[in-house]
């Protein structure tokens, strides 16, 4: 049974999602849509969120060129990244602000487990967190389907410092930086 302390719950999963999704993603998830939802954990920096809504808005920004060729959208984090299931490699990070991916685990299960073990620490570690938590404190807690983008994008010449940070819808957030650096392929 999958135990996650800080969840905030934003809404519920619908059933047909569920059903659309089992045996495509991890068990993990579908017992965290069953018994939790959507919400946010992690600090406030993880979000689960709705891999149909994502795979139809963000399909095209995925980028999934290698191995079997699926990547199945499965959360969010608070600085526009976008983290998937990819049977083939397990859990991935597409971290636009950075230009790059990066392994998180081989399974959900494990990326579960580290976070609940080392809070900040796994997120430093994996997703470069970092700013994250001085953002909230600069700008206030996120609403669930905003992260904190970089505004000019490190791409075109921002800097990575706090001020530079503003609160965006997620879903355009990514749709804009994947039309300005390009798909980030893996």
Same mark, same amino acid.
């Given at each position: 049974?999958?135990?996650?302390?800080?969840?905030?719950?934003?809404?519920?999963?619908?059933?047909?999602?569920?059903?659309?999704?089992?045996?495509?993603?991890?068990?993990?998830?579908?017992?965290i849509?069953?018994?939790?939802?959507?919400? #946010?954990? *992690? !600090? +406030?920096? %993880?979000?689960?969120?709705? =891999?149909?809504?994502?795979?139809?808005?963000?399909?095209?920004?995925? /980028?999934?060129?290698?191995?079997?060729?699926?990547?199945?959208?499965?959360? #969010?984090? *608070? !600085? +526009?990244? %976008?983290?998937?299931?990819? =049977?083939s490699?397990?859990?991935?990070?597409?971290?636009?602000?950075? /230009?790059?991916?990066?392994?998180?685990?081989?399974?959900?299960?494990?990326?579960?487990?580290?976070? +609940?073990?080392?809070?900040?620490?796994e997120?430093?570690?994996?997703?470069?967190?970092?700013?994250?938590?001085?953002?909230?404190?600069?700008?206030?807690?996120?609403?669930?389907?905003?992260?904190?983008?970089?505004?000019?994008?490190?791409?075109l010449?921002?800097?990575?410092?706090?001020?530079?940070?503003?609160?965006?819808?997620?879903?355009?957030?990514?749709?804009?930086?994947?039309d300005?650096?390009?798909?980030?392929?893996?």
């Amino acid at each position: 049974m999958v135990e996650i302390a800080d969840f905030v719950p934003h809404a519920p999963v619908p059933a047909e999602i569920i059903e659309e999704y089992r045996g495509r993603v991890p068990d993990e998830l579908i017992e965290i849509w069953e018994q939790y939802g959507y919400g #946010t954990f *992690g !600090l +406030g920096f %993880l979000r689960v969120i709705d =891999p149909k809504l994502y795979e139809a808005e963000v399909g095209d920004c995925i /980028g999934k060129t290698q191995g079997d060729g699926i990547a199945i959208p499965i959360m #969010t984090t *608070g !600085l +526009g990244d %976008l983290i998937t299931w990819e =049977p083939s490699v397990g859990v991935v990070g597409i971290l636009y602000r950075e /230009g790059r991916t990066v392994g998180i685990n081989s399974t959900l299960d494990n990326f579960l487990f580290m976070v +609940g073990l080392d809070g900040a620490d796994e997120l430093a570690d994996t997703l470069k967190w970092d700013l994250f938590p001085e953002a909230v404190e600069a700008h206030g807690e996120l609403p669930y389907d905003q992260s904190f983008i970089f505004v000019p994008l490190l791409s075109l010449g921002g800097a990575a410092e706090v001020e530079n940070l503003h609160k965006r819808e997620t879903i355009p957030a990514i749709q804009v930086a994947v039309d300005l650096q390009g798909v980030i392929g893996h």
